[in-house]
C-alpha cells in the first residue's frame, strides 16, 4: 500500500467510499461487512462515510453502524483506521437529500456520530455541503468549535469552491486538512481546487471518482482513451481512472464506493499502476 496524508495522519493511498452499502440498491449487511473487511485486508485505512448515508427516515447513519460494527468484527488491528464522517445533510427518506449547517444542528449531529462510531473523537469531521440559509463562516464556525472540543480530531469541507476553501483555511486558523469534491472523467470541473489544495498542502478526496454508483462500471464504454490504456495494461479502466488521480497530485486520494470485496480489491491495486507521462496526456484531455 502507498500513503499519503491528511493533515499528520498517513492514510492509504486510496479510501473506501461506503455510499453504495447505504443507499438506493444497498446489499445484505453481510456483504458489506465482507467488503469492508476485503478494503482493511488490502491495507486501506482511510473509510469514507456520513450521517446522511441511509435509506428511511429511521436508519439515519446506517453507513455509520455498519462500519462500526466491521470494525468491532474484524480480526486485526483497526486503531489506525481513520473514519471521515460528515454533517450537514440530511435525507427525510422519501429519497431527497436536504440541507442543514446551522451550527446548532451541526454541533448536535456530530453527538450522534460520535456515539454511533462509538468514539470519544472523530478521526476527519467534514463539513458536508454549503447550506444556502446558513452564513458559510457559521458553519465552518462550527467545525472549528468541534475541533476546539476534541470532538473531532481533524477538520474538512466538502463541495466548496476555492473562496470557500481559503475561508475555511482562516476560520480553522490553518488547520483544514481535506476538501473532498466531485471528481472524475465525467466530471473533471474541480480542477481549480484540486490544484489550490496542492498549492497549500491539503489533501483533495475526488468523490464519485469513477462517475458514481451507476455509471462507475461502463467508465471504459463512456470514455474510450480509458478502456485503450486499461487494455494495454491488462487492468480495468476503473484502475487506470484512479491511477490517473493518484498521478495529478501528492494530495490526492480517491475513496472510490464498492459494495463488493472485488472492486475495491480491484481499485486498491490503482496504487501500483505506473501510467506513462503519453498516457496520463491522453487521460487528461
Ligand atoms: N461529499 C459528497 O457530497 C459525496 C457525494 C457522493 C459520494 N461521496 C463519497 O464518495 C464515495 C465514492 O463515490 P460513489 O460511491 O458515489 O461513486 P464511485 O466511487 O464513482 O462508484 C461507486 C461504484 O463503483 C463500483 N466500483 C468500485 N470500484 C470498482 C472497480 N475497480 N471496478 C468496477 N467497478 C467498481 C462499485 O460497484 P459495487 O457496488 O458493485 O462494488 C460502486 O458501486 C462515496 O461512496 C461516498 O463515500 C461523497
Known sequence: MEFRRIGDVEVSAIGLGGMPMSIEGRPDEERSVRTIHAALDAGVNLIDTADAYHLYANDVGHNETLIARALASYGGDTS???VATKGGHLRPGDGSWTLDGSPEYLKEACEASLKRLGVEAIGLYQFHRPDPRTPYEDSVGAIRDLLDAGKIRMAGISNANPQQIRLSQEILGGRLVSVQNQFSPAYRFSEPELELCDELGIAFLPWSPLGGIAQAGDLG???????????????????????????????????PGASRPASIQDSVA???????????????R
Open 80 to 82: 489506525g483506521v481513520v
Open 221 to 255: 464504454s463512456r470514455f474510450a482513451p480509458f478502456a485503450e490504456v486499461a487494455a494495454a495494461h491488462g487492468v480495468s479502466p476503473q484502475r487506470v481512472c484512479l491511477a490517473w488521480m493518484l498521478a495529478k497530485s501528492p494530495v490526492v486520494i480517491p475513496i
Open 270 to 284: 490503482a496504487v501500483d499502476l505506473e501510467l506513462t507521462p503519453e498516457e496520463l496526456t491522453l487521460l487528461s
